[in-house]
């Protein structure tokens, strides 16, 4: 008995001793695939970190030499961070090697997923006009033609562009560089004849291309981009001219001048054709630059324009045609307008979106990619805004910066030079920046639609300023800013559809140009009851 006791306890301590071995390699299997496994993922960590700091070395750099507190604030950094120069004037537009504020942005899920909901709405919207064509037609049949007919006469749009920019590439630089080189034989000859030529060549440059336009009838996509890209170059050969009238305005005849002194009177003809084609409208000889071209890059964000292209065409005809096209063929009351502009604030605020993205952003990047140009600010974070005066200086930096160094600025010093008290106020370049905007706008709306119908430009140049005055910090007036160009987005939508239906569907009360100026939804008969 006692031996077989001996027995049991010495096989249950062998089977505990066993057990115990057992989990003690267990133990260290497991802290060895620990080890391993920490060693992995430390290299996997450690090789995105230093992937994430060699993208975004230049970002680090900017952060740490401008104190900037944030992301956005690296990002969207426009001006000098002085108030101004020792000579008291105000600070120039500063150009860095950044990213756009959206492509930064679009790294993050949460924002990636915003960027997908409207992917979503599109492909709704193109199953929406498939349906409707089955039920309409009996057929499996895209229409496209409104966009085909928007988009008309491209053969001609190409030949004024191709006008527009000879004129501006070669006339202008080598007008230019003949004034530059000689001014010094005979300043107040040449400085008097240069000013005169210079804004005869401005009036045509205007006329011309117009008149082209006209004559061709285009249609008003066509005619947009005409026109865009005339006040594009005309504004570039403003800052041009204006950047570079210093240098040889401030040389004086000298016989012992070398041959490179005269060679900076006019800048190189590469910076100048370079400067034509760059996305900004503020002229320097250098610009900050890449190294190298992403053309995978350059085909995304074109395929971005064309599918905002798209998305606003499956807009319009779901939402304004159907509603607007029998405007003067039946009856029209106050409150079919009201529900009309209501009805116009989803679909409006969409073509604005698409507008910013396509042309500010997508479009923007495209050429400052092809271009290898490294400051791509196009615009800031105006989603943000809690004040109209902050959403005007970032929803479009490209013209912001434009008006500010070439017209602001030039106002603002001009004040400074008078002795009267009112000249440190800042509103008269404020209200000349405003002008000048507005009047831009409603030129190319006017003459892209055949018609002169001021909505935009009270709206701008009206209620805009006077909402410049409502400034504030707090986030509730950021719903305020949204809610009214939500507002005012469907108005002008509205309004503008009601004047083109109106001109197809009503005939003209005047045979003369108060035809033009006059709208005619206003004398069409039935339009009210």
Not at 62 to 67: F, P
Not at 89 to 110: C, D, G, I, Q, Y
Not at 218 to 247: D, H, Y
């Amino acid at each position: 008995m006692h031996s077989g006791h001996v027995n049991t306890v010495t096989s249950q301590n062998g089977k505990e001793e066993g057990h115990l071995l057992q989990n003690l390699y267990v133990r260290e299997k497991i802290m060895g695939l620990e080890k391993d496994l920490g060693a992995t993922m430390a290299g996997v960590v450690e090789k995105r970190m230093r992937e994430w700091t060699e993208e975004n070395l230049p970002l680090l750099e900017h952060l740490t030499t401008t104190s900037s507190p944030t992301l956005t604030s690296a990002l969207t950094r426009s001006h000098s961070t002085s108030k101004g120069k020792k000579d008291g004037k105000l600070p120039s537009r500063v150009f860095v090697a950044r990213p756009s504020l959206l492509t930064e942005l679009l790294t993050v899920n949460h924002i990636d997923s915003i960027y997908n909901i409207f992917v979503a709405i599109l492909i709704l919207l193109f199953f929406n006009k498939i349906l409707d064509e089955i039920v309409q037609t009996g057929s499996l049949s895209l229409d496209l033609s409104l966009i085909s007919w928007a988009f008309s006469g491209l053969d001609r749009v190409i030949v004024i562009w191709v006008a527009m920019f000879m004129s501006t590439s070669c006339v202008v630089y080598l007008t230019f560089h003949h004034w530059a080189h000689n001014r010094h034989n005979l300043p107040r000859v040449y400085d008097t004849g240069g000013g005169i030529l210079f804004m005869g060549y401005l009036s045509l440059f205007l006329a011309l291309p117009l008149q082209s336009l006209l004559y061709h009838n285009l249609p008003p996509a066509s005619s947009i981009i005409v026109l865009c890209e005339q006040v594009r170059m005309f504004m570039k050969t403003w800052a041009f001219v204006r950047s570079n009238i210093g240098r040889p305005m401030s040389y004086k005849k000298d016989d012992d001048a070398s041959q490179d002194q005269k060679d900076i009177l006019c800048p190189d003809f590469s910076h100048y054709l370079y400067f034509l084609f760059v996305p900004t409208l503020v002229y320097r000889d250098q610009y900050p630059r890449n190294e190298s071209c992403n053309w995978r890059k350059v085909v995304h964000d074109l395929g971005h324009v064309i599918g905002c292209l798209f998305y606003t065409h499956f807009i319009f005809v779901r939402f304004c045609v159907p509603v607007f096209r029998r405007f003067g063929q039946e009856p029209f009351t106050g409150k079919n307008l009201m529900v009309g502009v209501f009805s116009c604030m989803f679909p409006g605020s969409l073509v604005l979106l698409c507008a910013f993205f396509s042309v500010l952003h997508a479009w923007m990047n495209a050429f400052g990619e092809m271009l290898r140009f490294a400051d791509r600010m196009f615009y800031k974070d105006w989603w943000n805004s809690t004040s109209y005066a902050r959403f005007y200086r970032t929803w479009n930096c490209v013209v912001h910066d434009w008006l500010y160094e070439y017209v602001y600025k030039e106002v603002a010093e001009w004040q400074d030079l008078q002795s009267n008290s009112c000249s440190r106020g800042r509103w008269l370049p404020m209200m000349v920046v405003f002008f000048i905007s507005s009047i831009v706008h409603e030129y190319i709306l006017a003459l892209a639609f055949r018609f002169f119908y001021p909505v935009l430009l009270v709206m701008f140049g009206g209620f805009g300023v006077g909402f410049m005055f409502v400034n504030s910090k707090e986030r509730k007036f950021n719903v305020f800013l949204w809610v009214t160009l939500f507002l005012g987005t469907g108005l002008l939508m509205c309004l503008y559809s009601i004047e083109w239906y109106a001109r197809i569907n009503c005939p003209p009360v005047y045979d003369s140009f108060l035809d033009y100026i006059v709208p005619r939804s206003w004398t069409c008969i039935n339009t009210f009851e």
